[in-house]
C-alpha cells in the first residue's frame, strides 16, 4: 500500500490534497499561483510546517514557471519574487518552516550574481522549492530513526521490548512530503516491530487527529486508538502499564533556541501530564523548524483562529444505512453572539518539560542548566546567528 500523499509535483503543475475533506472524500486541488498556495494554506486545506513550506515554495515555483513574469531586469525579477514570498509568509507565521524556506530561497535567487538575467534567477528559484521537496522525505526517514532508536535506549523498557506511544494533533505524510515526524518515528518503530499500540486525540478544535492521523494510522496498518483530548490524563493513570505507555511523540511548529517549542493547542497540557506521571516527552522537528533567532517561547506569535472553529463543527451526515452523505456544518455552542470565544492555534510547552528534540541530525537532549544546545547539528547557522 503506497503512503499518503499531501502535494504531487511535477515541474508546472501542483496538486495539494484537499485535507478538509478527509477521512471520507480524496480531492487534490490545483494550486497555479501564489494566491492560490496562500488561500490553500490559510485555509487548513494544507497543514504541517513541513506541507505548508512546500505548498508556498512550489505554488509560487509554478506560477513562475507558467508565467508570464512582469519584468525584464535581475533586479526587478528579485523583486516581484520577494514580494511574492513576504505575502505567503503571512499565510501562517507560526510555523517557522516558512520563514526558513522564505529565507533559502531569497539567498539563492541573490547568488546568481550581479550577470544573472531573469530566466536564470526564474530557473534558479524553481530548482531550489523542488529541492526543499526532495530533502523533506530524507529528512523524515531520519527523525524516524533517530526517534525510534532514541526511545529504544531511554524509555525504561525492556531491550526490544514493544511499547506504546501517544501523539497529538497530524505529523505524517499529510503534514509533510511523506513518512512524517513524530508520526513518522511512530512508523518506524512499526517497522522494526518495537511498536504495541499507538494512541492519537482527537486535537480540538479542528480535529486534526480524529480526522487525518487515525486515518493514516487505519490506512498503514498500526495498532491504534483514538481519545479524546480530556482522556489523556486517565489513559496514563490506567493504562500506562497495562499497554506499557512510555512516551508522548509530537511535532513543532516552531521550537526556538532554548528548546521551547510551539505547537497545535493541548500540546503544553500533554507535557504537564507525561511528567507527572513519568512518561518520557519527545518532540520531533526538521532542523528547519528550530528557530535560532528567538531565545525563547516568550518571544513567539501565536495565531489565534477565527470563534466559529469553537462554536461549530464540520463533518460528513451519517445516513440511517450508515453510509456517508454530502458534508455539513453545524452550531456545537450557544449562538456565537452569546459566548465570547478564545483559540489560539498553538501553546508553547517549555524545554524544561521536554525530554529530547529528534532532527534529522540526530537527537538533543537537555544540559544541566535544563536547556537544549543545538550548537552541534547546525553550527554554521549557530555561528551565523547566535556567534561563538
Known amino acids: ?15 495539494v490534497l484537499d485535507q478538509l475533506r478527509l477521512p471520507h472524500e ?34 509560487l515555483a509554478v506560477e513562475l514557471h507558467n508565467g508570464p513574469v512582469p519584468t525584464t531586469s535581475a533586479a526587478d525579477t528579485i523583486a516581484h519574487i520577494d514580494e511574492a514570498l513576504d505575502y505567503l509568509k503571512q499565510s501562517r507565521p507560526t510555523a517557522v518552516d516558512l520563514t526558513n524556506a522564505i529565507n533559502q530561497l531569497k539567498a ?20 531550489e522549492a523542488e529541492k526543499i521537496l526532495e530533502k523533506d522525505l530524507q529528512t523524515n526517514l531520519s527523525i524516524g530513526d533517530y526517534g525510534a532508536e532514541w526511545l529504544r535506549a ?7 521490548s514493544q511499547v506504546s506511544v501517544l501523539t497529538h494533533c497530524n505529523t505524517g505524510s499529510l503534514a509533510t512530503s511523506g513518512h512524517g515526524t513524530a508520526l513518522g518515528i511512530i512508523r518506524t518503530l512499526q517497522a522494526k516491530g518495537l511498536l504495541q499500540h499507538a494512541f492519537c486525540t482527537e486535537t480540538r478544535p479542528y480535529n486534526q487527529g480524529s480526522r487525518l492521523t487515525a486515518f ?20 496514563f ?11 508522548v511523540i509530537v511535532g513543532a511548529d516552531r521550537v526556538v533556541r532554548n528548546g521551547d517549542t510551539a505547537n497545535k493547542i493541548g500540546t503544553y497540557q500533554l507535557a504537564v501530564l507525561a511528567k507527572y506521571h513519568g512518561i518520557k516527552f519527545i518532540v520531533a522537528a526538521p532542523t528547519t523548524s528550530i528557530d535560532l533567532e528567538t531565545e525563547t517561547g516568550e518571544g513567539i506569535k501565536i495565531e489565534e483562529r477565527k470563534r466559529e ?31 465570547a ?9 517549555p524545554a524544561e518539560l521536554i525530554d529530547a528534540v529528534v532532527t534529522e541530525k540526530g537527537v538533543a537532549e537537555k544540559g544541566a542548566d535544563g536547556k537544549f544546545d543545538f550548537s552541534g547539528m547546525m553550527p554554521e547557522r549557530w555561528a551565523q546567528v547566535v556567534g561563538a
Open 341 to 349: 470565544v478564545w483559540n489560539p492555534a498553538f501553546d508553547v510547552t
Open 26 to 59: 480524496f480531492h487534490y486541488d490545483q494550486v497555479s499561483t501564489r494566491s492560490e498556495a496562500f488561500d490553500s494554506i490559510a485555509s487548513m486545506r494544507v497543514r504541517g510546517a513541513p506541507a505548508i513550506a512546500i505548498v508556498a515554495s512550489l505554488g
Open 237 to 247: 493513570r490506567n493504562k500506562k502499564a497495562e499497554k506499557n505507555i512510555v512516551a
Open 108 to 127: 539563492k535567487i541573490r547568488s546568481q550574481g550581479d550577470g544573472a538575467d531573469r530566466e536564470a534567477i526564474i530557473t534558479a528559484f524553481i530548482d
Open 216 to 235: 493514516e494510522l487505519v490506512y498503514e496498518g498500526i495498532p491504534s486508538t483514538l481519545i479524546t483530548d480530556s482522556m489523556a490524563a486517565s489513559l
Open 154 to 160: 531511554n524509555s525504561g523498557a525492556a531491550n526490544d
Open 1 to 15: 500500500m503506497s503512503t499518503l500523499q499531501a502535494v504531487k509535483y511535477t515541474r508546472g503543475k501542483l496538486e
Open 309 to 339: 472553529e469553537l462554536t461549530q463543527i464540520t463533518g460528513a451526515v451519517i445516513k440511517p444505512d450508515g453510509s456517508v452523505d454530502e458534508t455539513t456544518k453545524v452550531r456545537v455552542a450557544t449562538a456565537d453572539q452569546h459566548i
